[in-house]
């Protein structure tokens, strides 16, 4: 019996022992877990912008006769750049005072408003988050002074007519007069300002019809009336009304439905940003950076030539102009020893302006390119030559001749001054073949525009060396210095260092012009698109390449800007969608059609903003 007791006293004392343990572990457990935990983390991060909780006068209110707008947000926000963010519309003379107090943000207006008038604020993306910085994108608040307000919106993108980049920060305004003069003369009824992407949205406008203008406003006051300014302007009347968009929607593996989706029309309007070539010619400098010449630059290119004359002076061959390729400089290359003598120099210049009317007249101006002697004269002593020291005569630098030609690149000599004797029987030139120079025959050309450069023209083989020699006295300038003799070797690049693209372009129209742009989009190749749309471009350097499609209404050649006195749009682009890696000794066929260019995906993928592009 004792037995039995000691045995039940044996097994209540280990069970009580195994509770207790067990207690003392879970204790020790969940003291190490307290332990363990550290400061608080504060839960994710906020990743959300703030929102709008409330606001006085309330959204979209009627009647309001108030100077002061309250806007609560359900975090404390800051604004950045207000002052070129906030758009108004209608535009007021004086921008509002905003200001931030925690979570509010107050609107102080500085003028009375317009009565019977529905009023926007267009923030942009000037508010975000006190913490995190989370951007408020598109916030706008309205209201109107009168009993009702307006609720249609339009929106669409701005982009540049020369490139199709998305135009960042430019105003997109719209007017309720039809009237072209409105764009210069009138503030626009409702305004706002392109993102980013180029991207503009205008709302609360009433269904009516509409003018649409953008433009980069210069004076900030809402007008075309500056010549620098670039504008965009939609052909058709805007009249915007509440719609739906069909889309696609699918409802199991094997089955889709359409569905209509609501939205403010026309949503996806496209303007193209450009400068018109309509800046006033006028003489913007002149200068004399030598006494044998002065420079004379005008504010764009001249349609006709200038005419220059020395005050006082009939005589013939005083000087000789040198026009720039694009006609908007002019060099004065005196040849008269007096006048290089002279400190002063009276020029009367005569060129073409255009009147109020647009119409050309003649204006004069009178000028002193005054030279001034930075240089002194040579003094004693030190620096001095010495009487038994030869002095070397000047001679006349020819440039031009490098190592390498390309297969297209012409062999042109320029010359610093302007020449008075050119020798082409004093230039010979050999190819080199199994080590013996063997003569090739030439042409000494003047160039048409360049009056100091001369190509030497010869049929030229790829991958051959040459020698070109040049007597001494072979050109002389206009004052008399001549050149040295110069040899100099150099060679033609191989055929096999080049690529060519074959393009065939589908259904081609009889305007329309192709370029090659290289990966900076300079110009290296133009030709116009023939009837049957194949066309071959050899010898194009390795690398990549765009191609393009200018449609050239006035069949100049080239791409050109619009004219909105006469109603004329910049004329259109259609790009390949990619760039063409060409490379060396490889034809590359390309087959290009027009029709199917997505101007959307074209941007998305290969353009960025013009602000982005200026970081």
Known sequence: MKLKQWFRHMLLFRYRGLVQLGLFLTLIIGFWGCASTGMPTGGPKDEEPPYMVKSIPAANSLSFLGDEIRIEFNEIIQVSDIFQKLMVSPPVNKQPAVTTRGKTMIVKFQEDLQPNATYTLDFADAIKDNNEGNVLENFAFSFSTGDYIDSMAISGHLLDASDLSPVANALVMVYSNHADSA????????????????????????????????????????KYDQPGERIAWYDEIITPYYGFHER?????????????????????????????????????DYKRPARNKADLYFSRPMDVKAEVKVVGREDADLFILENSPRNDSITVWLRDSVLINSDSLLLHLRYQVLDSLKQPEWKNDTINAFFIDYGGSQREGRGRKKDDEQVELPSLRVD?????????????????????????????????LDSTLVPVDIRLVKDSIYIRQYAVDFKREAGSAYVVEIDSAAFTDIYGVSNKPVRQRFTVSAADTYATLYIEV?????????????????????????????MGFRYLRPGDYLIRIVEDVNGNGKWDVGDFEKGIQPEKLYYYPEYINARANWDHFINFDPSTFDIYDFVARMRKSQSSRKK
């Open 183 to 222: 764009f210069r003369t009138l503030v626009p009824l409702r305004v706002t300002r392109t993102n980013a992407e180029g991207y503009f949205s205008i709302k609360n406008l009433a269904p009516i019809g509409y003018k649409l203008y953008a433009l980069e406003d210069a004076n900030r006051n809402y």
């Open 248 to 284: 696609i929607d699918s409802v199991g593996s094997d089955s889709a439905v359409v569905v209509q989706v609501p939205a403010f029309l026309p949503d996806s309007l496209r303007l193209f940003m450009f400068q018109e070539d309509n800046v006033a010619p006028y003489l913007t």
């Open 400 to 432: 031009g001749i490098k190592p390498t030609f390309g297969i297209l690149d012409r062999l042109t000599l320029t010359f610093p001054t302007p020449l008075d004797k050119a020798d082409g029987n004093a230039i010979r030139l050999s190819q080199e």
């Open 506 to 534: 589908a259904q081609p129209d009889k305007s329309w012009v192709l370029e090659v742009l290289d990966r900076q989009e300079n110009i290296v190749r133009t030709s116009k698109v023939p009837t049957n749309g194949k």
